[in-house]
């Protein structure tokens, strides 16, 4: 039976992934870890989708503070607010959290083979990465490799599954649709992407700047507007 992990944040792109998991596998199994992070909404929201697709196992990984660093995700520096997308500094992104995404799929990794699972599949995108250089095609291809080195004898090659790494936001928007069909509305209003916890999002920081843009170029209503005062 074809089995898979996913690795949940409870934001759109991890959501999308999830269900396209869901149309590939016989059985899914997904991962949301507990770092500190500034807000516990997206746990909830991880929970929810979870739920709502009805993964074979969820497990919320509890890892504590063990991330440092100065990005406001993990840290009491401000959130910073944006009025367009065009006003998103280039480079490194301030919400960068050092080394995140490596130990991710590192602990990931120890899940997959516990539960036989060769696939990872994880929600970076290269093409709109806003400023995070662990989600580049060239990071998760060394990763893959070095996974696979370090777990040899055990399962075969772990393969770390990225379906939207080339994909724009709007095109991940228009794929989610497609995936999900009758129930995108249902499923996409439990995702939260918004780096101040708000609840269907501040509509300035870089997270809901970047998703808003999405789904008007797709042409799409972000279910999660209507919570919007």
Same mark, same amino acid.
């Given at each position: 039976?074809?089995?898979?992990?996913?690795?949940?944040?409870?934001? =759109?792109?991890? @959501? @999308?992934?999830?269900?396209? %998991?869901? =149309? =590939?596998?016989?059985?899914?199994? %997904?991962?949301?870890?507990? #770092?500190?992070?500034?807000? $516990?909404?997206? +746990?909830?929201?991880?929970?929810?989708?979870?739920?709502?697709?009805?993964? /074979?196992?969820?497990?919320?990984?509890?890892?504590? $503070?063990?991330?440092?660093?100065?990005?406001?995700?993990?840290?009491?520096?401000?959130?910073?607010?944006?009025? /367009?997308?065009?006003?998103?500094?280039?480079?490194?992104?301030?919400?960068?959290?050092?080394? !995140? &995404? %490596? +130990?991710?799929? /590192?602990?990931?990794? &120890? !899940?997959?083979?516990?539960?036989?699972?060769?696939?990872?599949?994880?929600?970076?995108? =290269?093409?709109?990465?806003?400023?995070?250089?662990?989600? !580049?095609?060239?990071?998760?291809?060394?990763?893959?490799?070095?996974?696979?080195? %370090? &777990?040899?004898? @055990?399962?075969?090659?772990?393969?770390?599954?990225?379906?939207?790494? #080339?994909?724009?936001?709007?095109?991940?928007?228009?794929? $989610?649709?497609?995936? +999900?069909?009758?129930?995108?509305?249902?499923?996409?209003?439990? /995702?939260?992407?918004?780096?101040?916890?708000?609840?269907?999002?501040?509509?300035?920081?870089?997270?809901?700047?970047?998703?808003?843009?999405?789904?008007?170029?797709? &042409?799409?209503?972000?279910?999660?507007?209507?919570? !919007?005062?």
């Amino acid at each position: 039976m074809p089995k898979c992990l996913v690795i949940l944040s409870g934001g =759109q792109d991890s @959501t @999308t992934c999830l269900a396209i %998991a869901s =149309q =590939q596998f016989d059985e899914v199994h %997904a991962v949301t870890f507990e #770092y500190g992070q500034r807000h $516990a909404i997206e +746990l909830e929201s991880a929970d929810a989708v979870a739920r709502t697709l009805s993964v /074979t196992s969820h497990e919320v990984i509890k890892l504590g $503070a063990i991330l440092k660093g100065t990005s406001p995700l993990v840290s009491k520096y401000p959130v910073s607010t944006y009025t /367009t997308p065009d006003e998103v500094p280039d480079g490194v992104a301030a919400t960068f959290v050092p080394s !995140r &995404n %490596a +130990l991710f799929l /590192t602990i990931a990794s &120890n !899940r997959a083979i516990a539960l036989e699972c060769s696939t990872i599949f994880t929600g970076v995108s =290269q093409t709109d990465y806003s400023g995070y250089p662990d989600c !580049r095609r060239d990071f998760i291809d060394s990763l893959e490799e070095t996974l696979s080195l %370090a &777990n040899w004898g @055990t399962i075969g090659h772990l393969k770390i599954e990225t379906p939207l790494m #080339y994909l724009s936001k709007a095109e991940s928007v228009l794929l $989610a649709k497609a995936v +999900l069909g009758d129930r995108f509305e249902e499923v996409m209003e439990l /995702t939260h992407t918004c780096y101040q916890g708000v609840k269907g999002g501040c509509g300035k920081c870089a997270a809901c700047l970047l998703r808003d843009q999405g789904f008007k170029e797709a &042409n799409v209503v972000d279910p999660i507007w209507k919570f !919007r005062g």
